[in-house]
């Protein structure tokens, strides 16, 4: 089995800065795909940040230039850095990962998800 767990969510004021991370955590052997997705209310969730085995990155473009994303492979963990932050970037954030088993086989895993706010 293998879990994803986020940290790092809360409440923060117009331009400040939070950090996400989401560890993984059981029978891994290998991590390929990491991903950050959010979901805001009424709305659908949508790609925010993504980051490949190899360490290429892929970003929204609402969030190019405030957000980056990066991972420690050998902790399992991936990461997003979330700078300049703006009410329109409250959601709740979910991060995925495609992970490879023990056994070898591989699937899409999803974390809990973390609720980001942004107000004054």
């Known amino acids: 089995q293998v879990q994803l767990v986020e940290s790092g969510g809360g409440l923060v004021q117009p331009g400040g800065s939070l950090r996400l991370s989401c560890a993984a955590s059981g029978s891994i052997f290998s991590i390929n795909f990491m991903g950050w997705y959010r979901q805001a209310p009424g709305k659908e969730r949508e790609l925010v940040a993504t980051i490949t085995s190899s360490g290429s990155t892929n970003y929204a473009d609402s969030v190019k230039g405030r957000f980056a994303i990066s991972r420690d492979n050998g902790k399992n963990t991936g990461y997003l850095q979330m700078n300049s932050l703006t009410p329109e970037d409250t959601a709740v954030y979910y991060c995925?990962?495609?992970?490879?088993?023990?056994?070898?086989?591989?699937?899409?895993?999803w974390g809990q998800g973390t609720q980001v706010t942004v107000s004054s």
């Open positions: 995925n990962m495609w992970i490879r088993g023990r056994d070898y086989r591989g699937r899409d895993y």
